[in-house]
């Protein structure tokens, strides 16, 4: 079994790496601004500069002149930025949903997979079991369980109950 663990994180690693590689320049430049925002040296430069600034323009600095007394300089740039960290962050955002959904595709996949192996397995298993005349063969659960499950089908009853509970507030009962 470590093989196997080892062998799936290591596709997966390779699979970041890859990725990493085929982003584009302007994406690795919005992820680096993006990452640069959401730290604490970030956040310390601006307690320095927004500090300074108003410090300055308040008088509370002597020497200095007052080159923006109503702040109006300030709060331009500070608009200007925060335009421009908002486009960065959605561009990065946008970038990862995209991931996320290839990941959550490649999920169902998966999981299509393994129920479609379980069934036939259960099926197998319960042919066998009625042949070796096992009384637990005979159970209509199991009858079931042994048919593929039809996506489209789970699909659409989510959405018909998730529209009913929207309607009238609890699930439908049986």
Known sequence: MARVVERNVRALLERRAEEERAKTRSE????????F???????????????????????????LPKFDP????????????AIFISTFVLISQN????LADKRADLDLQ??????????RTLA???????????????DPELDELSRDVHP?????????????????GGPRLP
Do not use: C
Not at 28 to 35: E, L, N, P, S, Y
Not at 39 to 57: D, K, T
Not at 110 to 118: F, Q, R, T, W
Not at 156 to 166: G, H, M, R
């Open 70 to 81: 109503s702040f109006v300089i300030l709060a331009m740039v500070a608009s200007v930025e």
């Open 110 to 119: 998966v999981s299509l997979l393994a129920e479609h192996e379980i069934t």
């Open 124 to 138: 197998l298993v319960a042919a066998m079991a009625e042949k070796m005349g096992i009384e637990d063969a005979v």
């Open 37 to 63: 925002a959401g730290s604490m040296p970030f956040v310390y430069m601006h307690l320095a500069i927004f500090g300074s600034w108003i410090l300055a323009n308040t008088g509370w600095i002597p020497g």
């Open 28 to 35: 690795r430049i919005a992820d680096g601004f993006t990452r």
């Open 95 to 98: 970038r990862m949903a995209e």
């Open 152 to 168: 489209n089908r789970v699909m659409d009853s989510i959405e018909k109950n998730a529209q009913y509970f929207a309607r009238h």
